[in-house]
Every structure is written in C-alpha cells, then in structure tokens.
C-alpha cells in the first residue's frame, strides 16, 4: 500500500492504492481510523440488536423448521416473506432463517429461496432509504459535499457494496439502508447485492443442510465459511510492491 501526502501537513499523510481507488477515495490516517471505529461500533450495535432481539423473541432453526412444513406448499412464500421482513426489521437477525431454509428445503431451494428473500428485502430497504432519507441526508451534508459522495459511488459503489456482502463485519441491513441514501444506481445495487450473497449464503444453507445428519460437517462448512470470509481482508492488507 502506498502513501502519499496530500496537503503536506503533519498527521495528514494519505493511503491509497491505485486498485482501490475506484472504491475509496484518498484517506488520511485518522479517516481510516473513524472509519474502523464506525465499523466496529456498527458491528457491535447490531449484534447488541440481535441478542436483545432474541431474548425477547428466541429464534430456534429447528422450530422454525417445523413451522415451515406447516404450512406444507405454501412454505416457501412464507419463509420468503420471513426473509424479506428480517432484513427491512433490521434488529431481526436472518442467519437463523437461513440456517433453518436449508433444513427444512435443503441445500439448493434452501439457497434459491433465501437469495430470492435477501434480495427482494434488499431492494425494499434500499428503496425506503432513497425514498424518504436521502433528500435529508442531501440537506444535511449539503449539495457540494453530496455531489462528492455521489461522485465516489458512481465511481466504486457497486464493488464496495459486492465486498460489504461477502464480509460479516458489515450488517446486511444497514449496507442496504445506507446505499440507498447515496446516489448508487439501483441495477448497480441489485446486481453487487446478489452476487455478493451467493458465497455466505450457499455456506449458511449448507450449515443447516447437514446440521441433523452431520453435525461434524456442519461445523467444518461453518469453519471454512470464516475462513472465506477472512480471506478478504487478508487480499485487502496485503503488502504491496512499489
């Protein structure tokens, strides 16, 4: 990774890298470190949500298996809508549903169904966002600084948001909410969207496919799922000649 000084004042040396530069703009140290700090607090936050959320309502996949079959044909437009209202209800955790899709359907209409719900709660969230947030975030950041960001996510937006996907350090939810406040196209979103869901959620599917059956499998595919996901970051920080 390489540095450069933009404004020659202490403490305001910029990182950048000309293969991230289509996604990130140049950053001085302490951006980069708001912007860990924000991630970590965002992390932090939504997994406060999730546990409060289930104390009060305990999500179990095996329950959830069950009620599912209940409803016999129909089950895959309920958990479909389950899916799409997990994730516009930020605070109900979704990874218990796809661990209870691919007992209940098994890996692959475990895996079809729940990329169809993600997305479709995806695009409902991106959507609400656009429609009744941005105009204030605008206001509020005012139309020089707007045009900035905007002009940032024209640039790389579509592959933050396929690399926010793929990492768990970022809350599904909240990457779609907050891609609806900038001016990302909506194909863009949709398509970064899917195709970023396609690794973890065929790994979770496949985590509660064999969970019953191989619990010793399950737990491997759950171990090379984090390792996958870690993979990232390691390509990310890597040394860099030049």
Known sequence: MKARGGSGRAGKTAIYDGELGSVLPALTCGQVGVVIVVALVSLLLSFLFERLFGALVPLDPEAIRAWLRGWGAGAPVIYISLMVLAIVLTPLPSVPLDIAAGLAFGLFWGTVYT???A???ALLAFGLARRWARGWVVRRLGERRAATVDALT??????????MRLLPAFNFDWVSYAAGLTALPLRTFAVATFLGMIPPVIAIVAVGATLVEDPARARLIFGMLLLAWGMPFVWWLRPRSG
């Open 119 to 121: 997305e479709l709660g």
């Open 154 to 163: 024209h640039r790389g937006g579509g592959r933050a948001v396929f690399l």
């Open 115 to 117: 990329l169809i719900g």
